[in-house]
């Protein structure tokens, strides 16, 4: 990997689905990534037949696929962060497992996709126990909604206990999202080396959305590529609770500014910045 002149942006490298009506996957992830400064170095894992309303179809690529795009990105480009979304089969993600282990030095976060929006399944028991065992020990930030901790962690009875069980799992924060929780507000909550490490509330907002969480994740990883830029000497743990907190105010902006294309979810606006309020 070559090092990058100073004045380059940092790279992200985004390894997740395409999604052809641009609302979620690697358009979602593109759009966010540049927003936030940050080059985007897009690496496709499945290719997906959707639209606002639902997964309709799920096309992985092979590992071979996989490993040989982004080996030869990585070979290039100076990669600052990963962001990983829709994996496509246990096959990728044992790829993937091989791919970070090369780059130990590289913080890594996972959305764990499982299901879309519209409740299409994106994730077999295979994938999941590959997730699981494989993933989540070289995760620097993992970023579930509650469903998706649930499924991750089936034998915790709380979202705390979820969360413990995924830190054992060998993830180093895990930011639990409450969109899917009920109440006024959505709460999301932080944790780390055992133990609550912060909670954010945010005004719940009125509409569904398509590509919520992939929009968190590229923020985060982002605004760590860019940290890590500015701050190279300082450990990650100490930059990830600020770099959380400007992730959902992003995202927040992204989806207050959303938009209806389809008939289903609307999409957020992630280059609300773009013109004037």
Not at 161 to 179: D, E, F, S, Y
Not at 205 to 221: M, N, R
Request: proline share 8%; with cysteine.
């Amino acid at each position: 990997m070559t090092s990058a002149p100073s004045s380059s942006p940092p790279v992200v490298m985004i390894l997740a689905g395409n999604d052809p009506s641009g609302g979620a996957g690697l358009s979602a992830d593109i759009e966010t990534v540049v927003s936030l400064g940050c080059h985007p170095a897009p690496v496709v894992t499945a290719l997906t037949a959707q639209d606002t309303h639902n997964v309709r179809a799920l096309w992985p690529l092979t590992s071979q696929q996989l490993l040989e795009t982004a080996r030869t990105v990585l070979a290039d480009l100076p990669i600052a962060a990963f962001k990983i979304g829709v994996i496509g089969s246990a096959a990728n993600a044992h790829a993937l497992h091989e791919l970070l282990r090369e780059h130990p030095g590289i913080p890594v976060v996972l959305d764990p996709v499982l299901a879309a929006g519209g409740g299409g399944e994106l994730a077999s028991a295979a994938l999941i126990e590959a997730m699981q065992t494989l993933l989540l020990p070289l995760t620097t930030v993992l970023t579930p909604n509650s469903v998706e901790a649930r499924r991750l962690a089936p034998e915790a009875d709380t979202l705390e206990a979820c969360a413990m069980a995924l830190l054992a799992r060998g993830c180093q924060q895990v930011l639990i999202t409450g969109g899917h929780e009920p109440g006024s507000d959505v709460t999301n909550s932080l944790y780390g080396n055992n133990r609550l490490l912060d909670r954010w509330r945010w005004p719940r907002l009125p509409h569904e959305y398509h590509g919520s969480g992939c929009t968190l994740a590229s923020a985060i990883a982002a605004l760590l590529a860019q940290s890590r830029a500015l701050s190279a000497e300082q450990p990650l743990d100490e930059l990830i609770p600020a770099v959380l907190y400007r992730a959902q105010h992003f995202t927040w902006h992204a989806l207050q500014s959303a938009y209806p294309v389809g008939g289903g979810q609307w999409i957020p606006n992630r280059l609300f910045w773009s013109k004037p309020l």
